[in-house]
């Protein structure tokens, strides 16, 4: 969960965020405080982790790009000539 502060002294935490773009910035949804002003938050430190969910996004048995590359590239290889 991130802390969200407003400059008139309230605090909210918020686990899941919506994002839209407002007032020429993008910003939380859920941050808006009672005062009407937008809540902001200190970074954390590196890049979110991503887990894929779908079953087709998995790296296990990727059937997906086989398919996609077979479809592109016909039966010949990548790298043999058009001949």
Do not use: H
């Not at 969960?1 to 939380?28: H, V």
């Amino acid at each position: 969960m991130t802390l969200y502060k407003c400059t008139c002294g309230k605090s909210k935490e918020i686990g899941k965020a919506t994002l839209a773009f407002k007032e020429g910035r993008w910003r939380t949804i859920q941050a808006l405080c009672d005062c009407g002003l937008w809540m902001d938050s200190e970074p954390e430190e590196g890049m979110p982790s991503l887990r894929r969910t779908e079953p087709s996004l998995s790296k296990k048995g990727d059937k997906l790009w086989d398919r996609a590359k077979e479809r592109l590239c016909g039966e010949r290889g990548v790298n043999e000539p058009f001949d």
